[in-house]
């Protein structure tokens, strides 16, 4: 990561000049890299970086998404707490600061896109990292839209092109159906016959072959979020993507590796290893009461019980027992006020461990394993696991996509086991112990939609994908979660279905986003839905 992303400005050596000749040269910044000289590959691993931590930590969705969802739990609760906005639904100090992160980072990746495709387009040596930019900025708008809904889109990213500083708020529908047809066009133009792209920061290293993969696994996962607003066109883009053919193997997922060391670190290992959080932050009783019922093999892998005491709690350091039988989801909604919502009054409340200044009431419940502490771990963006698991559900639904349901699904149960491995050899399960696991655990065709969204969640979940995990939710309906209703909460005791818009937007931009926030049905609020949330 060190090598690739590098700061947007080339030293050139100096320029010998008398006088009175070469007064260009003489006017010109020798530490600037114009058009013509830079290399657009240097701005690929700007982009995929970006993106994966807009996505991540503090950005927003360990503070929102992971909470919501279920997947994690915490007792923090009041404005001074952060995980009060995740957990109970109620603001906390910075959470207008956080709303903004997923929008401003995702817009920031998409312009080092938008710059990559104004360097390469008309230079037909480099139509393939044209068309990743093409790819590129679609993966980063569709995020800001599966967040926010409608979303500056064809006004977008053009300040420098066209002075455009006041974009128009395209409607989701019509952004959506723009994106899909953008990413039809510039996956097909992919050839291993010209150029391979540099500097890629996938696994993929340039290879177009899976490059093509990715762009059409991307159009499946967009034209599956439309199932239920638009199922026609669902129905079309998804055969053309398994058409164009998706992601076949754990080998083909699409994520970022973490440098910490150079300043480029993943923000769900920060975020887990900063002392506030490795406490905080347990995994919720939904997600370990899910991989007790059917001995997943996961659990062993991302969940411990701290040893006894606050000390041990609060410890980086400190190892923790990962036995599965010993594993206690932590209820959400709870905190450690003393009051009716303090969590010693919990059903089935286990106690807590340690004893005078060293006492934890928390100190039996789940915390994510160091693998997933570390701030040099993958960022996942798009994995054959959610693939197959897409495609068991095409399936279902009747679309033509090939293979059966049973078949998409055992696919998408292994791969998102396998995926772990990305984590280091502590993660590492073998494909024998995951495909038995698989085997043990069909489809059953009369439970299958529920069954395979459940997985979703789980899989994404387990992976720190949040967002990815929320949005899912938010079209399928599963897991079915049981919403908070926490004193003073900004929801009206429901899950929040979408973020409300930077509040900068009011002011910036305010004619535009009025416009917008008057087709909200509810308004510019966490609970209003976006177009294909229905």
Known sequence: MKKRLIALTLVIGSLQVSCTDNFDAINTDPTRASATIFDPNLLLP??????????????????FQSMWVQIFASTSSGAANYYSNADKYVI??????????TWNGNYGAASYAYEMEQLTKDKP???NLNNIAKIMQVQCLAAISDTYGDLPYSQALQAKASGTTLPVYDTQESAYKAMLAKLETATAALSPATLLPTNDAFPYKGDITKWKKYGY???LKMAMRLTK???TTA???????????????????AYVRADNANGYGNGNGGALSTLADIYQVRWSKTMIDYLKATNDPRLSVVAEVPADGLAANQSIAAPGNTTPAAQLGLPNGYDLNGGATDISKSPGYPGGTGSGADATPIGKYSRPTQVLRDRNAPLFVLTYAEVELLLAEAVTRGFSVGGTAAGHYKNGVVAGILALSRYGAAATISSAVATAYADANPLVPANALKQINEQYWATTGLLLNFSEAWNNWKRSGFPVLTPVNYVGNFSNGAIPRRQPYPTGEATLNGANYSAAVSKLSGGDTWTSRVYWDK
């Open 46 to 63: 700007s982009t995929q970086f970006n993106h994966v931590s807009a996505m991540a930590g503090y950005s927003g969705p360990i503070l």
């Open 92 to 101: 906390s100090s910075n959470t207008n600061s956080y709303l903004s992160s």
């Open 125 to 127: 040596a480099l139509a």
């Open 217 to 219: 696994s991307l159009m």
């Open 229 to 231: 607003a638009d199922p």
């Open 235 to 253: 129905k079309t883009y998804v055969e053309k993507a398994v058409t164009g053919g998706v992601f076949t193997s754990v080998d083909d997922d």
